[in-house]
């Protein structure tokens, strides 16, 4: 790429789980963009929505090459349009079709700023960062209960037991413009994300996921397989998907000639850009000393 290289590599898997009989999510994992979508359970076609967002994708992002971010939110809106339109209409109303969107897409952010991984969401499937020994959840959940964590009414562990834990507050293809939470984080060093649906974080808290990422992985399917492993252990409740990507970016900037990399900003701070991120990237999960 233009100013300097990237090494990116991943790992992926879903699983319909112990209980469901039908997956309703999806992944796209094809450099330089990753995602996960979760189809909404209960609603019309919900495996079908998912779909429909990873196809959008596969037909607005060249593989294997950097996008930008208005590429990037033209590919959100359009498959907004594209599950939009799996909705029925029958003579109980409209069964509407919708799905959670979650992902990072490498992007020129423009204007000489160089490379940046652009953080996205819809919902609540999740982004989250790790620097090898804390694991940061970067997106914002868009549900009910976030809310009422976020006023002060109920704190993050009543969250987990709470009634309302399932209802999401937005989706691709709830409604006519699709709202997604964007962030800018600057492309330097080595960085992690993980990618992950619900059916994960539900069964397996962050310091599970923590001890995960920090082992030395022998499965067939890389670290996101043992996560899906792992939530399946635990119970397997709903469909479950992640996507690990590991990145090693040169040195934009100054195009380093000897191959050298820039070593990690301390804290990679998100960057707001539409909207906030999660308070300097909540710490969910740490690996013992």
Not at 89 to 113: I, Q, Y
Not at 124 to 141: E, I, K
Not at 183 to 207: H, M, N, T, Y
Not at 235 to 259: K, P, Q, Y
Request: charged share 25%; with cysteine; net charge negative.
């Amino acid at each position: 790429m233009q100013g300097g290289s990237a090494r990116i590599s991943h790992s992926a898997r879903t699983d319909v789980g112990r209980v469901r009989s039908v997956n309703e999510d999806a992944l796209l994992a094809e450099a330089p963009v990753y995602l996960v979508a979760d189809g909404m359970g209960g609603h019309a076609r919900g495996d079908a929505a998912s779909r429909a967002v990873v196809d959008t994708f596969r037909r607005h992002l060249v593989p294997g090459a950097v996008s930008t971010p208005e590429q990037v939110l033209d590919a959100i809106h359009s498959s907004n349009e594209a599950v939009r339109a799996l909705s029925q209409h029958g003579e109980e109303g409209t069964a509407v079709a919708g799905t959670t969107l979650a992902g990072v897409a490498l992007v020129d952010a423009g204007d000489g700023r160089g490379a940046h991984w652009m953080v996205f969401n819809i919902g609540d499937s999740r982004v989250y960062t790790w620097d090898g020994r804390s694991l940061r959840q970067l997106s914002v959940d868009h549900s009910a209960v976030q809310e009422l964590v976020d006023a002060g009414l109920i704190s993050a562990d009543d969250a987990e037991r709470h009634p309302d834990r399932n209802v999401i507050t937005r989706a691709i293809g709830a409604d006519e413009y699709a709202e997604p939470d964007v962030w800018l984080i600057p492309a330097a060093g080595r960085q992690v994300f993980l990618i992950c649906s619900d059916g994960l974080s539900k069964e397996v808290d962050g310091e599970g996921i923590a001890r995960i990422l920090a082992g030395d992985t022998g499965h067939a399917a890389g670290l996101a397989g043992e996560l899906v492993d792992a939530a399946l252990e635990h119970g397997g409740r709903d469909n479950v998907t992640a996507v690990i990507v590991e990145s090693e970016l040169d040195d934009w900037e100054h195009g380093d000639d000897d191959g050298a990399t820039r070593d990690r900003p301390p804290g990679l701070e998100p960057q707001a850009e539409q909207t906030r991120p999660r308070d300097g990237g909540a710490t969910v999960g740490d690996v013992p000393s």
